[in-house]
């Protein structure tokens, strides 16, 4: 079994208010333990006195090269020396001193252990109103939807991982999206995942706080969206599909009347255009799954494997240019027809429910054959991600 030993890593970026305050209750905390700890102050371009009061309160001092909230905790986590490591803000919003949670998890067998703000209570002024009421919220709700983790404070930024763990993770994010993505591959690994009340306190600064409330806020939206696009991709793309599917065979024949409404090629034309949307929304949404699955942050279920096993390369080919030729030979049918009159004039409600499908077909054919190949590029040219998680680590 390893030894036991404790680090705490603090990322920094002109904390010279709040840092000496920090460390001194991380001290006051470790000094209760019966293990050995470290402190670890990953300072990411401080241009106050932050490095000078990490020499004055002897503890380490990281410099880290790459700028970012995530660059600079992982960058502390991979210098520290624990086996267990509990990492916060240097702002004093957390008080180190009130750490023993999450030690006390990770010591019953706990992979990660977060935080929640919401259970713990947040002291007054210490949250924006729109970080408490909807951007976390927000953020939280879709992630427990996307991934499989069920806590409801996506965002706190206290939190105890093992080192084992933590280097199985290979985490990428550099910014403050690094929080969603921890969570996101941590529940991948169904890693066993502990959450534990933490107080808020409003922080030490007498400065605006580094957290940009919609650019980071977008990055985690972006994120989680890109990883789990069902919101954005797979709903719009079966309602397009379905209402497209039905507007087409509908009308393929004839027009329809409805009340007094009537439905003639031009609603025919926006059905084909309907099955097109929902067709490259559902291919993006594959991709996209499919991708996520190879970065390790989700698994696919049981009909998205076998959706994707039923476009590999060779079948999607003959899927896709079956479609095609079949759009093709309608064209052609048309481009007949009109040579039989001459080149002139043609009834245009008999004459585009030839065209109509015709085109469809072809766009559609050659979607499908492209789907096929990008597919197939990611799983012929995918490198493993385990050979590349650690380049930009050292």
Known sequence: MIPVSISIVMPCLNEELTLATCIRRAKEFLSTLPVPSEIIIADNGSTDRSIEICREEGVKCLQVPVKGYGAALHYGIMASSGSHIIFGDSDDSYHFDECKPFYDKLMEGADLVVGNRFT?????????????????????????????????DFNCGLRGITRAAYLSLGMQARGMDFITEMLARAGYRKMIIAEVPVKLYKDGRNR?????????????????????????????????????????????????????????????????????????????????????????????????????????????????????????????????????QNYGDLDPMHTFRLIIPGGLGIMAGMQIMIFAILLNALVTFNVKFEDIKQNWIH
């Open 120 to 152: 713990g209570g947040v002291e007054k002024d210490a949250m924006p109103f729109l970080h408490r009421y909807l951007g976390t919220p927000v953020i939280s709700y879709m992630g427990r939807k996307s991934f499989a983790v069920p806590f409801r």
């Open 208 to 340: 605006a706080p580094h957290l940009k409330t919609w650019q980071d806020g977008w990055r985690q939206f972006r994120q989680i969206i890109m990883l789990s696009p069902k919101w954005l991709m797979l709903m719009p793309g079966l309602l397009f599909l379905v209402t497209g599917i039905f507007l087409f065979f509908a009308l393929l024949f004839s027009r329809i009347t409805i009340a007094s409404i009537n439905l003639d090629i031009h609603t025919f034309f926006f059905g084909s255009v309907f099955i097109l949307l929902g067709l490259q929304l559902l291919q993006f949404y594959l991709l996209l799954r499919f991708y996520g699955n190879r970065m390790q942050f989700h698994y696919l279920s049981m009909l998205e494997e076998k959706m994707i096993r039923a476009f590999r390369f060779e079948r999607g080919l003959i899927i896709g240019g079956f479609v095609f030729l079949i759009g093709l030979a309608l064209s052609l049918i048309a481009v007949i027809e009109w040579a039989r």
